[in-house]
């Protein structure tokens, strides 16, 4: 069960709640809602679950002041020692075949815990993804810099799209990952939509994903975003199919 909350309406710490018993998790835009707002969010439910986690697939690069808040208070030792930190060679490197990716924290039952349930499902990585991924943390900023220049080249490009296209598509404009979520307006079935766009080649995923069927995710970190943008433009002017 998904529910959302205000700073307000979190409990208090050590408070137990039927809707944070075990786990929360936290995603979204910190500069599209106001950063310091976010931060105090994310403080808060610190406080008051039992364990939390906060994912660094898509860590802002370079770091901002309000991430290294929010990365700070899962190893601070003035807040929860049952947090854990996710990453992983996939996002930000631009490397997800080799599979790989990484939990910290300090709190031992929980590492043990994943440390067993990996064993359970896995037992162990591919020895050659785990040489490559060394290879490539070792070379971890020319990555970074190759992966963000693709970025910076996108972005403006969807920027222009979206303000050609400003009665379909309410645009807000990401400002850490290399994904939007765009409103889609004057569009009857925008998974119908998404499903003739992959049959062209674009892969754009519905927001009824995310039970928000006006909405479509899409990315921006990959080179070929010009001729992406022009088979989406040419969808927007074919007929339906539904």
């Not at 050590?14 to 786990?23: F, P, S």
């Not at 898509?58 to 901002?64: C, I, L, S």
Request: aromatic share 8%.
């Amino acid at each position: 069960m998904a529910r959302a909350f205000t700073p307000s309406e979190l409990p208090a710490p050590g408070v137990q709640d039927r809707y944070l018993a075990a786990d929360s998790v936290v995603s979204g835009d910190a500069d599209g809602v106001g950063a310091d707002t976010y931060v105090q969010v994310i403080l808060a439910l610190v406080d008051a679950v039992a364990l939390g986690r906060i994912d660094e697939f898509w860590k802002p690069e370079p770091e901002r002041a309000w991430w290294a808040a929010i990365r700070g208070c899962f190893t601070s030792t003035s807040r929860t020692t049952r947090g854990a930190r996710l990453g992983s060679i996939s996002k930000s490197y631009g490397l997800p075949g080799l599979r790989l990716g990484w939990l910290v924290g300090r709190d031992a039952a929980i590492r043990d815990a994943v440390m067993r349930m990996k064993d359970y499902t896995t037992i162990c990585s591919s020895a050659t993804s785990e040489v490559l991924a060394a290879v490539a943390l070792r070379n971890r900023r020319v990555l970074l810099e190759r992966n963000l220049a693709t970025v910076e080249r996108n972005l403006p490009l969807l920027d222009d799209f979206f303000e050609r296209h400003g009665d379909t598509f309410e645009w807000v404009r990401p400002t850490a990952s290399p994904i939007g979520f765009p409103r889609v307006n004057d569009v009857a079935d925008v998974d119908e939509m998404c499903a003739r766009l992959a049959d062209m080649g674009v892969l754009l995923l519905p927001g009824s994903v995310y039970d928000q069927p006006a909405h479509m995710r899409i990315g921006f970190g990959r080179a070929n975003m010009p001729d992406a943008l022009h088979l989406l433009e040419a969808c927007l002017g074919a007929p339906s199919t539904a």
